[in-house]
């Protein structure tokens, strides 16, 4: 069917349809939609609402788990407050904003050894430290019954830094409180700088006792690094106490540690008729190990230092130095650093250290000798050879007990270890 035929029919059509038609349409009353049929519904608009619905409530409730897991995290996982308990050795213990230990480390060897065995994940601090202190008397540790032990805190807020020291301080005198021992607890807040933390890995200790050093380094400026990270705590408050130094400056106590001004006296000590030998100079009077060494390589020109050592009844260092196929003997007053005695001879090709440069050399040798034993003084430390080996023989002396040590000349392996009790 064309076009023309579609609108003829259409004109009919109109054309035979009842007049009043459209004015019956006109007069009919409109009745209103009560529901929308299925060409007027809006699935459209529908669809996307429920769609919708569930994804807001699906990104709701991932913020909420993301909030709360950094929350968690927060509080449980980040480190909050740093404790540093120096004995010997040092430990140091990282609390959480909950005040449970998550994290427990050694500043030496003795340290590690020390903390090895301790169960500390989400503990309170007191019971880590009893841990702490159980294994340091196990291992004979704390066997002298004078013992003077530092406690340090570093926290943003120095009031519950003050708060963890006073806390600590009660649990050790409450561990103690049934044992024979004469305690001193120094306590101090701390602060963290790159220049300590750097101080404090290089030599192997706590950043609160190189915060302790330092600041003895502030109230007396005559004292001299090399010569304090090497001394133990006990030894540091007498060389304190003897050169009248204001320690409540820089450190808080409740204990009376002016005693420890006065050396221990046995009970059953008798006057004494026949004179007795000089005591040996304070650490303060004598010239360090490290002084001596540069002395007498100044004197010679050069060299290696093959044998050092302190010979207390003469109070003189006897040196060996080899250079330039030469070996040195030297003898010096350790109070004044004056060479008293220098001898020389050539020495035999089979007898010559110096110029290898496979061995870790003398300072190396004591660095480990004194982080093996958790600091102390040098008696003697020579390069010797036995059974086709070179090795550092050293003697130390740390709070009044003796350690000799072996060392691997070229590998820096301890090979023995000796306590003398």
Do not use: C
Not at 74 to 85: A, G, I
Not at 91 to 100: A, F, G, K
Not at 302 to 330: H, R, S
Not at 411 to 420: A, P
């Amino acid at each position: 069917m064309n076009n023309k035929e579609i609108q003829q029919r259409l004109q009919r059509a109109v054309n035979e349809a009842p007049i009043d038609l459209f004015k019956t349409i006109q007069d009919t009353p409109i009745e209103k939609m009560q529901k929308h049929d299925s060409v007027t519904e809006q699935k459209k608009s529908s669809i996307h609402r429920r769609f919708l619905r569930p994804l807001s409530l699906g990104v709701s409730f991932m913020l909420m788990l993301v909030m709360g897991l950094t929350g968690w995290y927060y509080y449980s996982f980040s480190p909050d407050s740093y404790l540093y308990f120096d004995v010997n050795p040092g430990i140091e213990i990282v609390t959480n904003r909950q005040d449970q230990v998550i994290d427990v480390s050694g500043s030496n060897d003795l340290g590690k050894e020390i903390i090895a065995s301790i169960d500390y994940r989400k503990k309170e601090i007191g019971q880590v430290q009893e841990q702490i202190l159980d294994n340091m008397l196990e291992k004979g540790i704390l066997k002298d019954t004078r013992q003077v032990m530092l406690v340090s805190a570093f926290n943003k807020d120095q009031e519950k830094s003050k708060e963890i020291l006073r806390n600590f301080d009660n649990t050790i005198h409450q561990y103690f409180d049934d044992k024979e021992f004469t305690l001193v607890v120094l306590r101090q807040v701390i602060d963290k700088n790159s220049t300590l933390v750097e101080f404090s890995e290089n030599y192997n200790m706590t950043m609160g006792k190189i915060t302790f050093i330092r600041n003895l380094m502030i109230l007396n400026p005559d004292f001299l690094l090399e010569d304090l990270v090497h001394l133990s705590l006990k030894e540091l408050l007498m060389l304190s106490l003897q050169t009248d130094l204001r320690l409540d400056r820089i450190v808080e106590s409740d204990d009376n540690y002016e005693e420890f001004r006065l050396p221990d006296i046995p009970e059953s000590s008798e006057p004494e008729t026949e004179p007795q030998n000089q005591p040996k100079p304070g650490l303060s009077e004598r010239v360090s190990m490290h002084e001596a060494k540069e002395i007498a390589l100044n004197r010679v020109g050069g060299g290696m230092v093959i044998e050092l050592e302190y010979d207390a009844d003469d109070q003189e260092y006897e040196i060996t130095i080899q250079f330039n196929g030469y070996e040195y003997e030297i003898e010096m007053d350790a109070l004044t650093g004056d060479i008293t005695e220098i001898d020389s001879d050539e020495l035999d090709d089979d007898d010559r250290f110096y110029g290898d440069p496979g061995l870790i050399g003398l300072n190396q040798a004591r660095e480990i000798a004194l982080n093996r034993v958790g600091g102390g003084i040098i008696e003697k430390i020579e390069l010797d050879e036995e059974d086709d080996r070179f090795i550092y023989e050293v003697e130390l002396d740390f709070d009044g007990v003796e350690y000799e040590l072996e060392i691997d000349a070229y590998t820096g392996e301890i090979l023995s270890f000796e306590k003398d009790d």
